[in-house]
């Protein structure tokens, strides 16, 4: 069985824009999109680095790098261009951005993001 762990270090102010569980079909259709692969075929053989470099490397032309481009919009000009939709999506990232994970809570929800990915891996 895989073991899976987190390879990157991330400051407590990183923001990257999307949630492993919340976006999970958004991320699902992101890969096949850019990528090619089906993650729920193809989990076995990657590894938790290569999944989120793939994450982390999805352009804007993609359905989660669209979003994560509006959520992450700062510049005045652009957002008063934004239409209603993209405003919603836009305050309730930030919205459940101010609710972050305390420290405690961390090393808990990294091993329920796992859990998850071994549960998908077993179908």
């Known amino acids: 069985m895989r073991k899976w762990r987190n390879d990157f270090q991330k400051t407590s102010d990183y923001d990257p824009g999307y949630d492993l569980f919340d976006d999970w079909d958004l991320i699902a259709s992101s890969l ?34 669209n979003v994560i481009r509006i959520r992450k919009e700062k510049d005045p000009e652009i957002l008063k261009k934004f239409s209603s939709e993209e405003l919603k999506i836009r305050n309730e990232w930030r919205n459940k951005s101010a609710l972050q994970i305390n420290p405690e809570n961390y090393e808990q929800a990294m091993e329920n993001i796992k859990n998850m990915f071994k549960s998908i891996a077993k179908k």
């Open 32 to 65: 096949k999109t850019q990528y090619g692969y089906s993650i729920r075929k193809e989990i076995d053989d990657l590894s938790w680095g290569e999944l989120i470099s793939d994450i982390e490397g999805l352009n804007s032309e993609t359905p989660l790098g």
